[in-house]
């Protein structure tokens, strides 16, 4: 089996190393500049593919040179995860048994580019992994493979992105198997496209914490943004990152939203709109990470504050 794989996130490296044997070339999006210096910020795909000595081609889009020379591989499946890339028609009909795409969710629903976000934020209990026959629609391929897993307590995007994409290395080989077993794509399911839900594209206003809110659901943001935009509030007029919370508690003393009700070893309790929560993880503008109790430690007027307030 020749394989082009398409991928360009930490999600697509399992999945490659699993299929890495079969693999021909590896196709990843361009590294983006990062930082104030504007060096560029090479994406894990491609260290992957570099590490496992696997010819590369890198991206913006269909349109760049580089993307004429797939059909020269001669490939007879691609396997798409986490491309970031909507593939054209014209690349799709290259592989001589299709293209099949990695989906984590249980599509039809949350087409796009932030299921494993969205299904934390939602308080899903249930998420899942799908494989589909791609075609040129977002998210809209038959159905070749599908199964359910529970959404962990407690578990943030990065935690749940790992598992699923180890799950996916373990999936991807026997699928591949029963494609070169009949010579031909597996037909699949088509989806319930009346069932269809989709996900925006993650922007950085979706991480500010709006105190409002009740405790349960600011505490499934910090767990859906951790990674991108992660979720954030303003202390004294400075930008606060908040990696991790702890227990909500069912009430509060305070009376104001936003307010810092106390400080504990367990770390910064802080009213919301329903409940309270307890900040345990945290960044301060232009300061390093660090746990809230030792944050607070510096800090010792934090009870009475109000967070949010710019």
Not at 98 to 123: C, D, E, F, K, T
Not at 145 to 170: M, N
Not at 291 to 301: H, L, P, T, V
Request: charged letters at 25%; hydrophobic letters at 40%; glycine letters at 8%.
């Amino acid at each position: 089996m020749r394989i082009v794989f398409f991928g360009s996130s930490g999600f697509s490296v399992p999945a490659l190393k699993a299929v890495a044997d079969e693999t021909v070339c590896v196709v990843t999006r361009k590294a983006k500049p990062k930082g104030r210096g504007l060096g560029l910020d090479d994406n894990e795909v491609k260290k992957a593919a570099l590490d496992l000595n696997l010819p590369l081609l890198e991206i913006d889009s269909f349109r760049d040179p580089a993307a004429q020379d797939i059909p020269g591989w001669d490939p007879d499946l691609f396997v798409v995860a986490s491309f970031g890339l909507i593939v054209p028609k014209w690349v799709l009909d290259i592989p001589s048994y299709g293209p099949i795409n990695v989906h984590p969710s249980l599509l039809p629903l949350y087409r796009g580019p932030a299921p494993m976000q969205w299904a934390i934020l939602s308080g899903d209990e249930m998420t899942g992994i799908t494989l589909i026959r791609m075609n040129e629609k977002m998210d809209e391929g038959d159905i070749v493979y599908q199964e359910k897993t529970e959404i962990r307590e407690g578990e943030d995007f990065r935690d749940l992105s790992e598992r699923l994409a180890h799950r996916v290395a373990q999936i991807l080989p026997g699928i591949i198997d029963t494609v070169r077993t009949r010579e031909k794509m597996i037909e699949g399911e088509v989806q319930d496209h009346s069932c269809a839900t989709y996900t925006p594209v993650i922007n950085k206003e979706m991480g500010r914490i709006d105190w409002q809110e009740a405790a349960e659901k600011i505490g499934r943001q910090v767990r859906a943004f951790i990674s991108w935009p992660t979720a954030y509030t303003f202390l004294d007029g400075k930008m606060l990152k908040i990696f991790e919370v702890g227990q909500v508690e069912v009430s509060g003393t305070a009376t104001v939203p936003g307010e810092i009700i106390k400080v504990s070893r367990d770390g910064i309790h802080v009213n919301a709109g329903q409940g309270s929560l307890i900040i345990k993880d945290l960044q301060m503008e232009n300061k390093k990470r660090m746990k809230a109790y030792d944050f607070a430690q510096g800090r010792r007027d934090l009870p009475g504050k109000v967070l949010g307030r710019i």
